[in-house]
């Protein structure tokens, strides 16, 4: 994980630690690189503003951290201090140095075998401890696993909750928590007890992934992906031998047929294949960590010496679960009722659209600022896209045929550049959104005649609502055809320096209002209007500030952009 510099409003100090730099942002709060008195670099994790003020929440936080504190640290990130009386309340972890799962295959492609193994084992030595200690992790995926030199360590219990009544509520508050590509089909249920099986199938997920560089139920869609979760078998083409076996058993749909990260752990340890023993031979370590995950939590039961590839490819069927009263055979089925639910909720803020892609219009229009009041909005909710923009994913990379007005990541940025246009948009997401939304985007101007576009609500021909965040003021209005207006100027305190560090720009739509924030700090609400406007899609651009002699070439960046659905009420 390479940090990041800090930003202007970050913490500079924390109880004793003092922060350094910045590893990564969710649903919580923000990582950070710091440093004991002593010298030593941990990761603290600091609870975010809007969540420091509620009781519940510090209880539940509390709650974790004293559990968090008991898992055994066998490929996990040791948890070495908290304080959940802060006024930021925060949870220092071991810093691991090492890429991400998702970071490594997303460069170099699908791992080999002996890697893939040793990834099956030290995520399933990781649930062994957390799930030993009572703990869910609930949002276990390639992101949260370092590849760290020794043994491979799993990351991030920050929605992890108690496994005693542990009820998903998934259509509550929490709606949607983790990500769905490696959500098992009982987590997308209203009132479903959830159980350490959930982890498992996101084990499941996670090494199909890295064995094959792609997810086992992947769609075009979120509500596509879902669909095949709960319909379909998983697509595990690439993989072979006892660990597709192994695989296929940990997706079952059926939560009671799963085995359990132990044994999952016992099972890749005994393997008689190559590349388990290879992976066990070559990291001391990771054998370590799996024989001491073992001997905590008891001894469970192994396949038989004679027979072990039997017992790790015996897969029941898919369709069919283990009656413990009666020991007899009965089937089981996700119901129809929740399936149908959670597909028209998912679809409903997520379903994807096929419009064409955007191409630059030419902008002009005149100021009408009204007076408006201040309104309260809801925290944010379920993330519906997010994008580091580090590289082509959701954003992609283009150049007009002039050569002059390009879309390009450069320096882990996307980079918008103009020429002899007033415009210019890059192609990004289709997804269908709500009209109600959140967006969180990292923006810097390059140069002083620039100014950052966002469009969302965007349809073509129509246009969309558009905030241009210029160096001296934000400007929120609408863009369509070849007419850019505005509604409200937000004047900025401190103007945006070209070239300088990057700026969070935030946008919380409500209704026909949004309000703008600058580094988490609110510069005000404007009004939407325009009727007409009747579009989903979210858009990254450039548009040159007419406050500003134009001087040739105009560029802007953009970095980390995460979008959010309503809140639930």
């Given at each position: 994980m390479r940090p ?6 970050d913490?500079?100090r ?5 922060l350094?730099g910045?590893l990564?942002?969710?649903g919580?709060?923000?990582v950070?690189?710091?440093r004991t008195?002593?010298?030593?670099q ?24 004293a ?15 908290a304080?959940?009386?802060a ?5 220092v ?10 970071q490594?295959?997303d ?10 193994h040793?990834?099956a ?20 995926k390639p992101?949260?696993?370092?590849l ?12 992890a ?5 542990a009820?998903?509520?998934?259509t509550s508050?929490?709606?949607m928590?983790?990500?769905v ?7 997308f249920g ?6 350490a ?7 499941g997920?996670?090494v199909?992934y890295?064995g ?5 139920f992947?769609?075009?869609s ?29 997706l ?16 890749l ?7 388990a023993?290879?992976?066990?031979e ?5 054998r ?19 027979e ?5 490819s015996?897969?029941p069927?898919?369709?069919e ?10 089937r ?11 597909l028209?909720?998912i679809?409903?803020t ?12 030419a902008g ?6 009204p ?6 909005t809801?925290p944010?909710?379920?993330?519906l896209i997010?994008?580091?923009?580090d ?8 150049t007009?045929p002039d ?9 882990g ?11 210019y948009?890059c192609?990004?997401p ?5 009209d109600d ?8 101007l ?15 021909p129509?246009?969309g609502?558009?905030v ?16 850019v ?14 070239g300088?560090?990057a700026?969070?720009?935030g ?15 609110t ?32 560029e ?14």
């Amino acid at each position: 994980m390479r940090p990041e510099p800090l930003r202007p409003r970050d913490p500079v100090r924390l109880g004793s630690y003092e922060l350094v730099g910045r590893l990564g942002e969710g649903g919580m709060g923000t990582v950070y690189l710091a440093r004991t008195p002593a010298g030593q670099q941990v990761a603290v994790k600091v609870v975010r503003d809007d969540l420091a003020p509620d009781d519940e929440f510090r209880r539940r936080f509390r709650s974790e951290v004293a559990r968090a504190r008991q898992v055994p640290p066998f490929c996990t990130a040791e948890v070495i201090d908290a304080d959940p009386d802060a006024e930021h309340p925060y949870l220092v972890v071991e810093y691991v140095e090492g890429p991400t799962l998702q970071q490594v295959v997303d460069e170099k492609g699908p791992l080999t075998a002996a890697n893939l193994h040793s990834v099956a084992i030290g995520v399933a030595t990781a649930l062994t401890a957390i799930h030993g200690a009572g703990i869910i992790h609930r949002d276990l995926k390639p992101r949260n696993v370092l590849l760290a030199p020794g043994t491979p360590k799993v990351i991030d219990f920050g929605i992890a909750r108690d496994i005693d009544g542990a009820h998903t509520a998934n259509t509550s508050p929490e709606f949607m928590m983790g990500t769905v590509a490696y959500m098992a089909p009982e987590r997308f249920g209203d009132d479903v007890a959830l159980t350490a099986a959930a982890d498992v199938f996101a084990w499941g997920g996670v090494v199909a992934y890295a064995g094959t560089g792609r997810t086992p139920f992947g769609g075009d869609s979120p509500p596509a992906t879902a669909g095949r979760i709960l319909t379909q078998e998983p697509d595990l083409s690439g993989l072979s031998g006892p660990l597709r076996d192994l695989v296929a058993r940990a997706l079952h749909k059926n939560p009671a047929e799963r085995p359990s990260a132990r044994e999952l752990l016992d099972l890749l340890v005994s393997s008689p294949s190559r590349p388990a023993a290879s992976a066990l031979e070559g990291q001391p370590d990771l054998r370590a960590a799996a024989n001491q995950a073992q001997s905590v939590t008891g001894l469970m039961p192994g396949p038989a010496p004679a027979e072990p590839t039997v017992a790790l490819s015996a897969v029941p069927g898919m369709s069919e679960a283990v009656d413990d009263d009666h020991g007899r055979r009965r089937r089981w089925f996700l119901p129809a009722s929740i399936a149908m639910l959670v597909l028209a909720v998912i679809a409903g803020t997520m379903m994807l659209v096929f419009d064409p892609r955007s191409e630059p219009v030419a902008g002009s229009g005149t100021p009408e600022p009204p007076v408006v009041s201040s309104s309260a909005t809801p925290p944010p909710g379920p993330v519906l896209i997010s994008d580091d923009l580090d590289k082509q994913r959701l954003w992609l990379a283009k150049t007009e045929p002039d050569g002059f007005s390009s879309c390009a990541f450069t320096e882990g940025e996307l980079r918008v550049r103009i020429q002899s246009r007033s415009l210019y948009k890059c192609r990004g997401p289709q997804d269908t959104l709500p009209d109600d939304l959140s967006i969180d985007v990292g923006v810097r101007l390059l140069t002083d005649n620039a100014c950052a576009a966002i469009w969302f609500h965007f349809k073509l021909p129509r246009g969309g609502h558009l905030v241009r965040v210029c160096q001296n003021n934000v400007f929120v209005g609408a863009h369509q055809g070849s007419d850019v207006t505005v509604s409200r100027t937000l004047p900025l305190d401190h103007p945006i320096l070209a070239g300088g560090p990057a700026t969070r720009i935030g946008l919380r739509v409500v209704g026909d209002t949004v309000t703008v924030t600058r580094n988490g700090v609110t510069l005000g609400d404007a009004p939407l209007g325009a009727a007409e406007i009747s579009g989903s899609r979210v858009l990254l651009g450039i548009i040159l500030d007419r406050d500003v002699p134009e001087a040739g070439a105009a560029e802007v960046a953009f970095d980390q952009i995460e979008v959010r659905g309503p809140s639930a009420r």
